[in-house]
């Protein structure tokens, strides 16, 4: 970033993107802990996530306030009013991320220590690996204002969706087979819906890159998994 006549405008900046990075490393972390905790069955895990949920969002509102500070302060133009409104943005999906590990938490809390399938909860963790990769790249892209590693996040999110697609597919499978299994696959259907959100928010921050760094928003429409990826169920289901 060029360095500006009035330093404290440079500060300002700077801490609008070190608050984004905690807030990053923050969000990335409680979605970590929603996939270790639903697959060990950890509720105080699950309850945890819930409370780094409450310091992202304070985060959030510090981010936002900065932001319209720094543009009644400093009326930028250009490079500079794109850093601010990345700010805004990126801010606003990272809350959206945080907010989808809490609800996977939540599942963990409200399945408890019931019955589980084991074979169910093997594609989810496929899809927290992805989405966790989704948006830590998009987060690395941002830091680094790398064009080419948010196109690719913008590709990518179409290989969430299929996952998803396999997800569903899997479950449904499980629940005609053995109606015990409904419940618990249900509450599973939701877990992977939350993780296919935060692919599509993880790809929003991709396309606020784009926009930072070129200065054009994005107009094509996002690809879309087709058909359902291609999981293994039984290779991991020992690990649950």
Same mark, same amino acid.
């Given at each position: 970033?060029?360095?500006?006549?009035?330093?404290?405008?440079?500060?300002?900046?700077?801490?609008?993107?070190?608050?984004?990075?905690?807030? #990053? #490393?923050?969000?990335?972390?409680?979605?970590?802990?929603?996939? %270790?905790?639903?697959?060990?069955?950890?509720? =105080?895990? %699950? @309850?945890?996530?819930?409370?780094? *949920?409450?310091?992202?969002?304070?985060?959030?509102?510090?981010?936002?306030?900065?932001?319209?500070?720094?543009?009644?302060?400093?009326?930028?133009?250009?490079?500079?009013?794109? +850093?601010?409104?990345?700010?805004?943005? $990126?801010?606003?999906?990272?809350?959206?991320?945080?907010?989808?590990?809490?609800?996977?938490?939540?599942?963990?809390?409200? $399945?408890?220590?019931?019955?589980?399938?084991?074979?169910? $909860?093997?594609?989810?963790?496929?899809? #927290?690996? @992805?989405?966790?990769?989704?948006?830590?790249?998009?987060?690395?892209?941002?830091?680094?204002?790398?064009?080419?590693?948010?196109?690719?996040?913008?590709?990518?999110? %179409?290989?969430?969706?299929?996952?998803? *697609?396999?997800?569903?597919? =899997? &479950?449904?499978?499980?629940?005609?087979?053995?109606?015990?299994? $409904?419940?618990?696959?249900?509450?599973?259907?939701?877990?992977?819906? +939350?993780?296919?959100?935060? *692919?599509?928010?993880?790809? +929003?921050?991709?396309?606020?890159?784009?926009? &930072?760094?070129?200065?054009?928003?994005?107009?094509?429409?996002?690809?879309?998994?087709?058909?359902? %990826?291609?999981?293994?169920?039984?290779?991991?289901?020992? =690990?649950?």
């Amino acid at each position: 970033m060029a360095g500006h006549t009035v330093k404290a405008y440079d500060r300002e900046l700077d801490a609008l993107g070190r608050a984004i990075a905690e807030m #990053g #490393g923050l969000a990335v972390a409680m979605v970590a802990d929603a996939v %270790a905790s639903l697959a060990g069955a950890d509720v =105080d895990l %699950a @309850l945890a996530v819930a409370a780094t *949920g409450e310091r992202v969002a304070q985060l959030k509102h510090r981010v936002e306030s900065e932001a319209v500070l720094t543009i009644v302060r400093r009326s930028p133009v250009a490079v500079d009013l794109r +850093n601010v409104v990345a700010a805004i943005r $990126i801010a606003g999906d990272l809350g959206r991320i945080a907010a989808h590990a809490e609800k996977i938490a939540s599942q963990t809390v409200k $399945i408890g220590f019931a019955p589980r399938v084991p074979r169910a $909860i093997v594609g989810v963790r496929h899809m #927290g690996a @992805l989405a966790i990769d989704l948006a830590q790249s998009a987060l690395d892209a941002y830091a680094e204002r790398d064009v080419e590693r948010a196109r690719a996040i913008w590709e990518r999110d %179409a290989d969430l969706d299929s996952l998803e *697609g396999s997800v569903f597919s =899997d &479950l449904l499978s499980e629940m005609l087979a053995d109606p015990r299994a $409904i419940s618990f696959c249900a509450r599973i259907m939701t877990v992977s819906k +939350n993780f296919e959100r935060i *692919g599509d928010h993880a790809t +929003n921050i991709a396309e606020t890159v784009l926009y &930072l760094v070129t200065g054009v928003a994005t107009t094509d429409e996002r690809p879309r998994g087709r058909g359902t %990826a291609s999981i293994d169920p039984a290779g991991d289901a020992g =690990d649950f």
